[in-house]
């Protein structure tokens, strides 16, 4: 069965140290992982998929994630935080081509101090 | 203009109510979702429709139907309306296309549901 696991609930760093929100995926076949983020009372806003090619991948606002396969991870991470990026973060996987399911991680707060 | 909207944003009701939410994108999209965030954030898929046919019909209470009467619309519809209802539905949009399912979706602004 296809899962997601964001490992913390929270992370908290200060404003322009760089950032990691973690996520570890289990899925047979070849993933699909997205990283979305919801700011308060609001729906999800997409930041960034690996779908195949540079495991390296680069999103909207500065953020980016690595895809290890060997470490079944894809952890979002950002050079420098802004306390702006405070918010909820969430990791998913679609089970590549075959499923039109998206399961979600269960979301990690990340918080940004001045 | 808003991408994905759904109406209305918030809905307080009795046990016992049937009531509906409705969800509409202009983006073009093939394929709309239907989502359940709980009171811990966790979120779960619902249901999905792809060009009017329904392709995800996760175990939920027969109690909710989706209903698609074309391809930007997608309406919810929950009977008999319980306590552990209350929480925010998210609608949500992709483009698919015929080469499998691999595109972002675009989620709407929520519908926090209240069941007293």
């Known amino acids: 069965a296809q899962s997601v696991a964001q490992p913390e609930d929270q992370v908290n760093v200060a404003e322009g140290n760089p950032l990691t929100v973690k996520c570890t995926y289990s899925?047979?076949?070849?993933?699909?992982l997205f990283w979305y983020v919801q700011y308060p009372n609001r729906g999800l806003q997409f930041l960034l998929k690996?779908?195949?090619?540079?495991?390296l991948v680069k999103g909207s606002y500065g953020f980016e994630a690595e895809f290890n396969k060997s470490q079944t991870s894809f952890h979002l991470k950002k050079p420098s935080a802004l306390v702006s990026d405070s918010s909820l973060y969430f990791c998913?996987?679609?089970?590549?081509?075959?499923?039109?399911?998206?399961?979600f991680g269960s979301g990690t707060r990340l918080l940004v101090r001045p | 203009d808003t991408a994905v909207s759904q109406t209305p944003k918030y809905l307080v009701t009795q046990m016992g109510n049937d009531k509906s939410i409705k969800c509409e994108q202009n983006?073009?999209?093939?394929?709309m979702y239907w989502y359940k965030q709980d009171s811990k954030k966790f979120l779960k898929i619902m249901f999905s429709?792809?060009?009017?046919?329904?392709?995800i019909n996760e175990t939920v209470p027969n109690r909710f139907s989706p209903k698609s009467p074309d391809k930007a619309h997608l309406n919810l519809h929950i009977n008999s309306l319980e306590l552990g209802d209350s929480a925010v539905y998210f609608c949500?949009?992709?483009?698919?296309?015929?080469?499998?399912?691999?595109?972002?979706?675009?989620f709407g602004p929520g519908t926090r549901l209240t069941v007293l």
């Open positions: 949500a949009s992709s483009q698919e296309g015929g080469g499998g399912p691999r595109n972002e979706q675009f």
């Open positions: 899925v047979s076949g070849n993933p699909y």
């Open positions: 429709y792809n060009n009017k046919e329904l392709i």
């Open positions: 983006l073009g999209h093939d394929t």
């Open positions: 998913a996987v679609r089970q590549g081509d075959s499923s039109y399911k998206l399961i």
């Open positions: 690996y779908i195949t090619g540079d495991n």
